[in-house]
Every structure is written in C-alpha cells, then in structure tokens.
C-alpha cells in the first residue's frame, strides 16, 4: 500500500533562511506527488504537483520540490523563507493503479523567527 | 478561493447529537473526498463520491455517513456524536475520480466541529 512519511513534524528557521522539508513515499511506480500548505484555520492550498517529466518542480510563493525516485522522496524546498511561510506543509501521494485515495503525510507545522 | 465551499463553517453541539455537513464541489468538478483533521489523528481520508457513487472508502466509522446528490453536492452526516468528534472536517474535489487520477484536489475552508 502507499504511504507517505514527513519524517519532521516542527521546524523553525530564521527569516531569509533557506528550507527544506523532507518527503518520503512508499510506492512501486512512479507516483503523482504533490505538496499543500495550510495556514491556520484555512483550507489546504496546493503549493505543487509532481505527475512525470522534470524532476524539478516549480510551485507558487517561490516553492520548488525535487522527485528522487533513487531515494523515493519529494523534498520541497525554498530559498529564503519569509513570515508568511509559518503554516503547515503536507505531502501526498495521488491516485495509483487499485486505489482511488490520495494519502497525506502527517504535516511539518514551520515556525519563521524573524 | 479554491471554489470549494463548506457549511457550515463552525458547529457545537452535544454529545449524542447529529449533525450534517454541507459541501459544494468547484464548477465541474465530479469526484468529491471527505477527510477529517484532528490534533492526534492529522488528515485522515473517511470517503470519496464520483458522479453520485461510491468510490473509496477510508477510515469512516459506521455513525457516520456521506452521500452525492445529483447537483453533485455533497453531505456528511455524523451521529451519536462523541467527544472525539471534535474536528476540522474538510472537502475536497477533483475534476475525475478514477484511480491514476492526474487532477489534485481542492480544499474547501473546513467545517469545525466541537462536540461537547
């Protein structure tokens, strides 16, 4: 079955810091992969989507993720975070072959000191 | 705004009580997925309609249900509430609903249910 671990569930970083929020799956193929945030008391918003093609992903609000197949993970990255990044980031795995659900990572809450 | 929309968007009521939850799929969208966020569970998948039918079912307990309507809305009746109800309730939809779905979904804001 499909799974997907965010191994860090607080990370601070300062203001202007670079980030890097960790992503593994669990899946034989190559999987839709995709990363959310979610700002407290909102919805979750897609920040980018993985489905095949460049393994380096550009999303919204200066977001990029990278899919290592040799590693199994979708690490999402920014380059110098700001204070309007603090929110909840999730990584999920979309639809496979069998199944119709999109599974979620267990969140990575990011607090930005400023 | 996702185009997703929730109702309602806070609720409080008692133990042992029903309660309905409301969601509007984007324009088009066929495919409609339930999910349930609480502080020790995360986001935990209960259920998925495509065009009126069943598709997925996930960790949804037997008090409570869902359904699709033909407009495509959708409901999530929850019964014989309990204190660990209490929870964000969201929607979410996609254009599809087919396995190798290629669509990601779109979140409504969440229904906050506490159950006292």
């Known amino acids: 079955a499909q799974s997907v671990t965010q191994p860090d569930i607080h990370i601070t970083v300062s203001e202007g810091a670079s980030l890097e929020l960790r992503c593994n799956y669990s899946?034989?193929?190559?999987?839709?992969l995709f990363w959310y945030v979610q700002s407290p008391g909102q919805g979750l918003q897609l920040l980018l989507k993985?489905?095949?093609?460049?393994?380096l992903v550009q999303g919204i609000k200066g977001f990029e993720a990278e899919f290592k197949r040799s590693q199994s993970s979708f690490n999402l990255r920014k380059p110098s975070v700001h204070w309007s990044d603090a929110a909840e980031y999730f990584c999920?795995?979309?639809?496979?072959?069998?199944?119709?659900?999109?599974?979620f990572g267990t969140g990575t809450r990011l607090k930005v000191l400023a | 705004d996702s185009g997703v929309t929730q109702t309602p968007k806070h609720l409080i009521t008692a133990t042992g009580q029903r309660v309905t939850l409301r969601c509007s799929p984007r324009?088009?969208?066929?495919?409609v997925y339930w999910y349930q966020q609480s502080l020790d569970q995360g986001l935990q998948f209960l259920i998925q309609y495509y065009n009126g039918e069943e598709r997925a079912k996930g960790n949804i307990l037997e008090r409570f249900s869902a359904q699709q309507f033909p407009d495509l809305h959708s409901e999530l009746n929850l019964s014989s509430l309990e204190l660990g109800d209490s929870a964000l309730y969201f929607c979410?939809?996609?254009?599809?609903?087919?396995?190798?779905?290629?669509?990601?979904?779109?979140f409504g804001e969440g229904s906050r249910l506490t159950v006292l």
């Open positions: 324009s088009g969208d066929l495919s």
């Open positions: 979410a939809s996609s254009v599809r609903g087919g396995a190798r779905n290629t669509g990601e979904l779109f």
């Open positions: 899946y034989g193929a190559t999987p839709y």
């Open positions: 993985y489905f095949s093609g460049d393994t």
């Open positions: 999920a795995v979309g639809p496979t072959s069998g199944t119709y659900k999109y599974i």
